[in-house]
């Protein structure tokens, strides 16, 4: 890198502009010239004329003064001036370039959700100067931004970043035991952080909360058991197919627009079917009683609770997914009814009963969909079928039922329509396609048999709140995907669900970009977003002057035109470039 200085006229005067760039070879042996940082214009008039005043912080006084900058070769007409310092521009040095864009956007959407305000509140700093909400953004910045263990945060990721710089701090916001420290304050906070939240979603998006979306996922850990009594992870059924670890489990309610109001982590051994009645006390307990639509997938309320929906009061209204159990069981009511147009491509039966209404659905789009992957699943294990059956020949019995069990796996919606027959004595088997079942696979893709007691509900809404379960799977996916809330690194039960609530603010500011995004540039992803902001680096410009001093400029990258165009459809302002600063040369040697 290199400095180019550009001279331009105006007005019958020269202007000359300075600037740092890279040369970069291309195809062909070329060079080109890429521009790395503006440092604006240093006056090239005569005498004061071209003095360029500008307010630097003297950190030898601990204030700032106004000083007058020249390139040392062109002080000719310069007045003896202690306001004047003369520049060795040939000597101008680059220094710690670090990440400062995505940073910078991950703090406005902090401040836009007033968690500064609220967490500066309810975590004030320690006798020592421990500024306890700081280090919880700079927790909640990483998990956005590049997740990992703690111990990475501390050693290499914190100081490859702007983040010092944003917050007006140092190092001492990435320092291990502080970071540690950090998670045992946070859980009593939970419930008024909820009750934050919504408030900001109303106001925010004008968010509306009389339709939830409940689930439940899991996330496992590579440690050995026993734990002590109490301690939430346990064997259970796991989500992530890793029943050989243990896990805990997430209750998540979110509305319909993906904005989260409330989770819970819970035993790893929990059963679905236990956990809603507790959770629609939570709610009531937080927001007050209203009336809400809970919206759920089959397994999760069982018949009690859901009777206990019924007899609430007000009653508490539910559309869920009902097993395929009971819908063999309603075909025969259903066969007499009509098809009824909910949407274009969406057709409903609708069946009245003991005072709940079942929505028989059929989406013309998830017929094609579901019956592709039925196919792709068949074909790809009959052609592994034909394999094995070719090879059995050779083959001990134990290696058959291996290679069988492996195909089994690989293809399990194949398998559920294959009669697979082993030879109990000897390495062969027989398969063949059991046709009653593929029969009745054909006759319900696509379809779905939903549960409300909402009987006068309009059947094409209560398909369009059906179909928005998809949020909170999304939830899940961004929680385990971008947010990388495992592998979980702590061992400490309330260290494991401080960083499981960490991982929920950092969704917040995830979602709340998403939500943006949605009305003022659609088709970008919140992660794609953060990637391109990445590129605004921030850099330090040392200048030595004549008289022994260094005039250190804080800079940030100038963002390139797309980048421009998103600033401007994102109505997001940066902000001003840091001050100067000079110090004592002595003071700015590298330690």
């Known amino acids: 890198m290199f400095l180019r200085r550009k001279i331009r006229k105006k007005d019958g005067k ?58 040392e070769d062109r002080c000719e007409g310069a007045l003896p001036d202690a306001s004047i310092v003369r520049l060795k521009l ?44 700081q280090e919880l953004f700079v927790l909640v910045a990483y998990r956005l931004l590049a997740p990992g263990s703690e111990w990475r945060l501390h050693r290499e990721w914190f100081e490859r970043t702007a983040l010092a710089d944003l917050m007006g701090g140092d190092f ?68 992530d197919h890793r029943p050989d670890c243990v896990q805990v489990v997430i209750a998540l309610v979110v509305t319909p627009e993906g904005l989260p109001l409330a989770y819970e982590v819970l035993s790893g051994n929990t059963s679905d079917k236990t956990t809603l009645r507790d959770f629609l006390a939570k709610i009531e307990r937080q927001y007050g009683k209203a009336r809400r639509v809970w919206v759920m997938d089959r397994g999760i309320p069982t018949e009690e609770t859901l009777a206990e929906m019924r007899q609430a009061d007000p009653p508490v209204q539910y559309l869920v997914g009902v097993p395929k159990g009971r819908l063999s069981r309603l075909e ?7 098809w009824q147009e909910a949407r274009p491509g969406v057709e409903v039966k609708l069946l009245p009963q003991d005072g709940e209404l079942y929505v ?84 319900r893709e696509g379809r779905y048999l939903l549960r409300s007691n909402l009987t006068e509900g309009d059947p094409s809404a209560l398909w369009s709140y059906y179909i928005q379960l998809v949020q909170v799977e999304e939830a899940f996916r961004t929680l385990k995907g971008d947010l990388a809330v495992r592998p979980i ?34 088709g970008l992803t919140p992660r794609s977003v953060f990637e391109k902001f990445a590129a605004i680096q921030m850099i330090d410009v040392h200048i030595p002057t004549a008289d022994g001093r260094q005039l250190q400029l804080t800079r940030y990258t100038q963002p390139d035109p797309e980048l421009t165009l998103l600033l401007h459809r994102l109505k997001l302002d940066l902000p001003d470039q840091p001050p100067p600063k000079i110090t004592s040369a002595q003071a700015a040697l590298p330690l």
């Open 360 to 443: 028989f659905a059929q989406s013309l789009d998830r017929v094609a969909k579901e019956r592709s992957m039925r196919r792709r699943q068949l074909k790809g294990l009959w052609a592994r079928l034909k394999d094995v059956h070719r090879m059995s020949v050779n083959l001990t019995r134990d290696d058959l039922l291996i290679k069988l069990g492996q195909a089994k796996a690989k293809w399990p919606g194949g398998w559920r329509l294959v009669e697979v027959e082993i030879d109990p004595k000897r390495a062969a088997f027989q398969y063949a396609l059991d046709r009653k079942k593929l029969k009745q696979a054909r006759r």
């Open 90 to 133: 040939s000597h101008l040095r680059l220094c710690r370039p670090r990440q400062w864009g995505a940073c910078w956007l991950a703090l406005s959407l902090w401040e836009g959700l007033q968690l500064d305000r609220f967490w500066s509140e309810r975590l004030p700093a320690s006798r020592k100067g421990t500024r306890w909400d």
């Open 332 to 338: 025969r009511d259903l066969v007499g009814k009509s």
């Open 489 to 522: 690194h702590h061992q400490e039960p309330g260290r494991i669900e401080a960083h499981i609530f960490i991982a929920f603010l950092a969704y917040c500011l995830h979602v709340t970009l998403g939500r943006r995004l949605k009305g003022l540039a659609p």
């Open 14 to 71: 020269r202007h000359r502009y300075w600037s740092i760039v890279e040369n970069k070879r291309v195809a062909g042996g070329r060079v080109v010239q890429k521009h790395v940082l503006h440092l604006g214009e240093i006056n090239g008039s005569q005498e004061l004329a071209w003095r360029r005043s500008i307010e630097v912080m003297d950190e030898e006084a601990d204030r700032p003064k106004t000083l007058a900058l020249f390139p």
């Open 172 to 239: 001492g916001l990435a320092e291990i035991h502080k970071l540690y420290r950090c998670h045992d304050r946070l859980l009593e906070h939970k419930e008024a952080l909820f009750g934050h939240l919504t408030e900001r979603w109303r106001d925010l998006f004008n968010a509306r909360f009389d339709l939830l979306l409940y689930d439940l996922t899991s996330t496992y850990f590579e440690a050995e058991p026993p734990f002590a009594e109490g301690d939430k992870r346990r064997f259970g059924y796991s989500r």
